[in-house]
Structure formats: structure tokens, C-alpha cells
T-cell receptor, first 114, second 113 residues
Framework: DGGITQSPKYLFRKEGQNVTLSCEQNLNHDAMYWYRQDPGQGLRLIYYSQIVNDFQKGDIAEGYSVSREKKESFPLTVTSAQKNPTAFYLC?????????????FGQGTRLTVV | DAKTTQPTSMDCAEGRAANLPCNHSTISGNEYVYWYRQIHSQGPQYIIH???NNETNEMASLIITEDRKSSTLILPHATLRDTAVYYC??????????????FGGGTRVLVKP
């Protein structure tokens, strides 16, 4: 099946530790996105990438880092500099530069920092 | 970025049509309007999108005003499984930086029996 996979579904970490969230897609999409969602809120864009080896900051990039070494993978690292990392993280992908194509979302990773 | 404004919440009776409004008064000429919905604790699901013409698919219809400053998503026969948060999004073209999807707060739709 073609799709976008996030792992793990639930993740617990101690405060001060860096943690990396996985996002893999086999849709041959050029563009990939990371969003953060807090309880009762909408999605906020963290980082996005339109092509391999290139990415741009979204609206709330501070305390996060990404890499795009392969087309199918866009891992997100939540660093110790992120002041409030507990949230629901969503990854998405789309055809890229085309405006007329939808984005597909993964099922999310719920990160809890204790 | 083109911003969207949606009502915070709305109720709908099962079997009736649900009309969800969205304002996007700063939309640019080549920017599409997208609708997604999110059922609790899941990833958003694509519903429909359009540029300036009305669109219909198996899930919903999208009506875009002639000036493109607002749109309405229509769920023709709401079911209990349509209870979700519905997001209206304008896909912003950033030229060299590509394009991005920016989500607002959405409308929380509760379908009641």
C-alpha cells in the first residue's frame, strides 16, 4: 500500500533529551511537511521541504531540526531547546510544486516529555 | 499568507446537509482553497479543493464565490461519522520556496442524531 508512515505512535522522553520522530512515504512525493498540534488547537507548520537536500522553516521552527537526505524520509528532531515539546506531531507529503494536488497525512506521533 | 476565518463550532442534524463557511478575503489569484477534516487523534483527511469553479466529489461539494473571498463546504447528508474538525486552508504559493499549507483553527462540527 502507498502511504505515509509515522513512528512511533506514542513516545515518552525525559526533559532535556533530544528525540527524533520518523516520517516515511512511498508515494514518490517531492514535498514533505511537519506540523505540531496542541490540545484543542489547529495545526502549526514547523518545517517543510520541497525537494531532497532542501528545507525551509515554517511558523514555529525554533527548537526543532530536520533533514531531507532521501526523498522518502523527513525525520524531525525535537531538541532540548524546545521549551514545551509535549504535543501531537503530524507529517504530511504532497506532489510538491503543484498547487493542484492534495497533501496526505500520517497518523501522527504523540510526544510526551516528563 | 492568505488567512482563513471559520466559525469555531457548529451542530448539524443527522441526515441533513451541513454547510460550513470559510472566509479567505486575501487570497491571491493562483491560490487554491482546500478542505480537510480531522477526527479526534488522527491525521487530517483530504476532502476537496478548488480554484474558482464549484467542485463536487463523493464526499462533499465546494462552492466558491465569484470574487473568491469566501467558500462553503457542503456535506449533503451528514452522518454521525462526519463529526470532526473541518479545516479550510489556502495553499500559498511562495514561488522559489515552493508552497505550503497553513492551517487555522477549523470548525468543530458535531452531528447529532
Amino acid at each position: 500500500d502507498g502511504g505515509i508512515t509515522q513512528s512511533p505512535k506514542y513516545l515518552f522522553r525525559k526533559e532535556g533529551q533530544n528525540v527524533t520522530l520518523s516520517c516515511e512515504q512511498n508515494l514518490n512525493h517531492d514535498a514533505m511537511y511537519w506540523y505540531r498540534q496542541d490540545p484543542g488547537q489547529g495545526l502549526r507548520l514547523i518545517y517543510y521541504s520541497q525537494i531532497v537536500n532542501d528545507f525551509q522553516k515554517g511558523d514555529i521552527a525554533e527548537g526543532y531540526s530536520v533533514s531531507r537526505e532521501k526523498k522518502e524520509s523527513f525525520p524531525l528532531t525535537v531538541t532540548s531547546a524546545q521549551k514545551n515539546p509535549t504535543a501531537f506531531y503530524l507529517c504530511a507529503s504532497s506532489m510538491g510544486q503543484e498547487m493542484n494536488t492534495e497533501a496526505f497525512f500520517g497518523q501522527g506521533t504523540r510526544l510526551t516529555v516528563v | 499568507d492568505a488567512k482563513t476565518t471559520q466559525p469555531t463550532s457548529m451542530d448539524c442534524a443527522e441526515g441533513r446537509a451541513a454547510n460550513l463557511p470559510c472566509n479567505h478575503s486575501t487570497i491571491s489569484g493562483n491560490e487554491y482553497v482546500y478542505w480537510y477534516r480531522q477526527i479526534h487523534s488522527q491525521g487530517p483527511q483530504y476532502i476537496i479543493h478548488g480554484l474558482k469553479n464549484n467542485e463536487t466529489n463523493e464526499m462533499a461539494s465546494l462552492i466558491i464565490t465569484e470574487d473568491r473571498k469566501s467558500s462553503t463546504l457542503i456535506l449533503p447528508h451528514a452522518t454521525l461519522r462526519d463529526t470532526a474538525v473541518y479545516y479550510c486552508i489556502v495553499r500559498v504559493n511562495l514561488r522559489a520556496a515552493g508552497n505550503k499549507l497553513t492551517f487555522g483553527g477549523g470548525t468543530r462540527v458535531l452531528v447529532k442524531p
